[in-house]
């Protein structure tokens, strides 16, 4: 059996940044991919640069800001102000919806004031549906907001907590929906972002600089977690640690520990998102959108963003996101399915007239986003308290179960490596 201080689930941003925070102390990373980066990986076909994603990084932490743009030169990362789209009913609306509905056509614009007026708001809303139709009325809730989450997180939102989606949901009272419509202001967590010519994994390679190669061992599968004894077994080895740091999603880990007994798992829901990368000979129609959002589900995808807009390749590059229930089998045959109607779709949008199709690549993220409820935050919250007395420490969007970005997930690194050695 083999003893180690620091033993770190996942090779993840999560689980490299906290390795990065210990520095040469005695730490091992247990990754089960042929790779380190997550989903914070970059993939290369032909000509084109894709993501598994769209990661795009916007940082309000100086220290991480300053080690990004350490990671490149300024003539290999873009800098761009946010320009996002809604594809609604054949033409395009500034996002978010709610603010910008003075672009909607004249009818439109007087069933959305009109419910503005008429909604009936709430001191404590029951769920996420609740608090939409609450502080948005029906017919802004009803054009948008439900249509569009609904395909994104593949639920019922009725199930989604009020908060589910916390500081990321683009809040709008009446006052600035008023406002907008005569001075806009769009502005959001993510209004400017920076990217990397090269994609996202320059960044995480910049995480494995620091590191012992030798200390991330790959394709390395966790079978089972004894936190009591502090001993993990996985399918090459068995390890005793210190302190346990599990980027691993919340519910795997739970399923693989000793207290799996004590929990009831059917709390923990997610969605999987299949991801279509899609690469054209053609450059694209319109040079100015970054990505765009799609409520109508006669449109099989949720967004779809532009590569070449963003780091100003010449041929249209993309990616298309698709939303489906945790349980949902994702078979070659429905990826080709979905392949040919975001063609048609495409078309039909005409972002691509005459283009062809030359590379393409699909990856499934399951899970994608996490389905925050009162539940799972009140499981996930005692959990918390339970494995920190027999230092297991959990970190990261699946780790943590929750909604947050990139740089959420380096920032719990920090302070968990902080609370440790504190």
């Known amino acids: 059996?083999?003893?180690?201080?620091?033993?770190?689930?996942?090779?993840?941003?999560?689980?490299?940044?906290?390795?990065?925070?210990?520095?040469?102390?005695?730490?091992?990373?247990?990754?089960?991919e042929r790779e380190p980066g997550g989903y914070c990986r970059t993939t290369k076909r032909g000509e084109y640069v894709w993501d598994y994603a769209g990661h795009f990084f916007h940082f309000s932490h100086p220290q991480l800001k300053k080690n990004f743009e350490a990671v490149t030169t300024s003539d290999e990362?873009?800098?761009?102000?946010?320009?996002?789209?809604?594809?609604?009913?054949?033409?395009?609306?500034?996002?978010?919806?709610q603010k910008n509905i003075h672009q909607l056509t004249k009818d439109e614009l007087i069933e959305c004031i009109y419910d503005l007026f008429e909604k009936s708001e709430k001191n404590r809303y029951d769920s996420f549906l609740d608090m939409l139709y609450g502080k948005f009325g029906k017919s802004i809730t009803e054009k948008f907001l439900r249509p569009y989450n609904e395909k994104l997180y593949a639920c019922d939102l009725n199930l989604l907590d009020v908060n589910a989606m916390g500081r990321f949901f683009p809040?709008?009272?009446?006052?600035s929906i008023i406002r907008n419509m005569k001075v806009a202001d769009n502005a959001s967590y993510n209004s400017e972002f920076l990217y990397p010519k090269r994609g996202a994994e320059v960044f995480v390679n910049k995480l494995l600089e620091k590191l012992e190669m030798e200390k991330i061992h790959l394709r390395e599968r966790v079978q089972s977690v004894n936190t009591d004894k502090h001993i993990v077994i996985t399918d090459k080895d068995r390890y005793q640690y210190d302190y346990l740091i599990s980027s691993l999603p919340f519910h795997e880990f739970i399923k693989m520990s000793d207290i799996v007994e004590q929990v009831d798992c059917?709390?923990?829901?997610?969605?999987?998102?299949?991801v279509l990368n899609l690469g054209f000979d053609q450059k694209a129609v319109d040079s100015d959108i970054h990505w765009i959002y799609v409520p109508?589900?006669?449109?099989?995808?949720?967004?779809?963003?532009?590569?070449?807009?963003?780091?100003?390749?010449?041929?249209?590059?993309?990616?298309?996101?698709?939303?489906?229930?945790?349980?949902y089998v994702i078979t070659d045959a429905e990826i080709t399915r979905q392949l040919d109607l975001t063609i048609d779709n495409l078309r039909r949008m005409k972002i691509i007239r005459k283009h062809r199709l030359t590379e393409h690549?699909?990856?499934?993220?399951?899970?994608?986003?996490?389905?925050?409820?009162?539940?799972?935050?009140?499981?996930?919250?005692?959990?918390?308290?339970m494995l920190a007395e027999n230092h297991v420490y959990t970190v990261g969007r699946y780790g943590d179960w929750k909604y947050c970005s990139i740089e959420d997930c380096m920032v719990d690194s920090l302070n968990i490596a902080k609370q440790i050695k504190g």
């Open 1 to 32: 059996m083999r003893k180690v201080e620091y033993l770190i689930l996942g090779a993840g941003v999560s689980g490299l940044a906290f390795a990065n925070h210990v520095g040469h102390s005695d730490y091992l990373i247990l990754e089960r």
């Open 361 to 385: 690549q699909a990856i499934i993220m399951n899970p994608a986003y996490v389905h925050i409820t009162q539940k799972s935050m009140e499981t996930v919250g005692k959990l918390k308290e």
């Open 266 to 274: 059917s709390v923990f829901s997610y969605n999987q998102v299949l």
């Open 171 to 175: 809040e709008a009272d009446l006052e």
């Open 77 to 97: 990362t873009v800098y761009r102000v946010k320009n996002t789209k809604i594809y609604y009913k054949g033409y395009y609306v500034d996002y978010p919806f």
């Open 296 to 327: 109508s589900k006669e449109i099989n995808f949720y967004r779809a963003g532009f590569y070449n807009n963003i780091i100003g390749s010449k041929k249209l590059s993309m990616y298309i996101e698709i939303g489906y229930d945790k349980d």
